[in-house]
């Protein structure tokens, strides 16, 4: 009987550099987040390689020694072939003399060339695979740096590991593609996609000859280009009709009180979305699980109600483009009437990562919107730590979306929030239009209510700018 198995995982290396200023425990986190970006698109990490630089290496940034460890893991060369001369310096033919000595020491000011474009492969980079080889453990095929890459880095890390490479950038852009759901989302993450691979560009290896006709003279690439321009121009303008749509709901819902939960990714946005609104978004232990924008009333509902929104989380150096391409989601902050800044208390970089969201936030101006912070996961601390965390944030909110006590706590506190800015006041609603009755029950509550010879009179509660909309519109 035959035993299906699943297919093995490919394997990837990664690599960082520590730059001045980059404690331990940062570029340990650094790695860390790689790691769970890297197994989330499907890769299983099986090596790590560091290295502390006053920079990164213009040509592969790496310095010479380290990429040849990496080139040892994948099996290539460790060293880039280039058709053009050899150019040597002084302080590197004295480095290399050191180094035959038995020195380990690189040098930090002198970067690899890159390469010319034309360069071709060397034939015998590799040794012949021997019988050990073919038993040994199958060789990483993916190597992944913790840096956005230059089209000549990338191009030098691929000939000297014989690997594929990516960026961190890349990685992220390739999650977003995969996990983008509605129409609105794959359009946004295909802008950030296609502006991030244009610059990347190169021609194949069969030499594509230049184009005849239209466009005579360009090559293979420039029309490749010009393709993705046309491309963008397309999504920009479906994407702004798609955001005209969006503006109107939005504007359908100005009176109506909105928190909006933001935070790192895999924070625990979502699972927070489910607890308080019932609804059934996507929950996993994975980076950028949802990158959809959801908005659900509040349940059990409140008068006035609530609506509360899950918006896509953010990461250390999130791309710029996705930024950008996400300006509609963000602005469910941006319009917000609370913000729940959501932190995974049990991260020991949780700072870090409010600070990138804080950050992210003040560039589109929603650092003016009052806000809450909220450690959740506080199922996974011991007291000493909530206590000290507590102290430090005595106004923070402890919790865990998996509580339902915790839960209670949490919408308690939302609705003490608002209620705290809501008034009372007199309505008068005439006889000949009892039937817009329910729009006082939808943006406030009714205490009492009571019949006279001009109408219905009731005493209500509510936000000031509400409860003025309704007289002026039952007084017209």
Known sequence: MAISTLPERPRAVLVGVQLPGVSDEEHAADFAELRRLVHTLGYDTVATVSQKRERLATGTVLGTGKLKELAALTGGSGVIASGAQDRTSKAREKWEAAASTGSESEPEDEDVEEEADDAEPEEDALPPPSEEDDKAEPRPTVVVVDHELSPGQLRNLEKATGATVMDRAGVIVDIFHRHAKSHEARMQV?????????????????????????????????????????????????????????????????????????????????????????????????????????????????????????????????????????????DEALEASLLLYVVDASDPTWAAQLEVTRTVLREIGADSVP??????????????????????????????????????????????????????????????????????????????????????????????????????????
């Open 190 to 330: 295909e802008i950030a996609r296609l502006n991030y691979l244009a610059p990347r560009l190169r021609e194949s290896s069969g030499g594509r000859e230049r184009q005849q006709g239209r466009g005579a003279g360009d090559s293979a690439v420039e029309l490749d280009r010009r393709k993705i321009r046309d491309r963008l121009a397309e999504l920009r303008e479906g994407l702004a009709a798609i955001q005209k749509d969006q503006d109107h709901r939005r504007y359908a819902r100005r009176d109506q009180l909105r928190v909006a939960l933001v935070g790192y990714t895999n924070a625990g946005k979502s699972s927070l979305m489910r607890a308080l609104t019932g609804s059934t978004v996507l929950v996993a232990d994975q980076l950028f699980a949802t990158l959809d924008t959801t908005v659900r009333a509040m349940q059990p509902e409140t008068r006035p109600r609530i609506l509360v929104s899950d918006t896509v989380g953010f990461i250390q150096k999130l791309p710029h483009d996705l930024v950008a391409s996400f300006r509609s989601t963000l």
């Open 371 to 476: 806000s809450k912070l909220v450690f959740n996961k506080a199922d996974r601390l011991e007291a000493p730590a909530k206590e000290a965390l507590l102290a430090k944030h005595p106004d923070a909110l402890m919790l865990s979306a998996h509580q339902p006590d915790d839960v209670v706590m949490l919408r308690k506190n939302i609705i003490a929030f608002f209620e705290s800015s809501m008034v009372e006041a007199d309505l008068v609603i005439p006889y000949a239009r009892q039937g817009r009755i329910s729009e006082v029950y939808e943006h406030t509550t009714v205490v009492s209510q009571a019949y006279d010879e001009s109408g219905s009179r009731l005493r209500v509660r509510g936000l000031p700018g509400a409860i003025a909309k309704l007289t002026q519109s039952f007084q017209e």
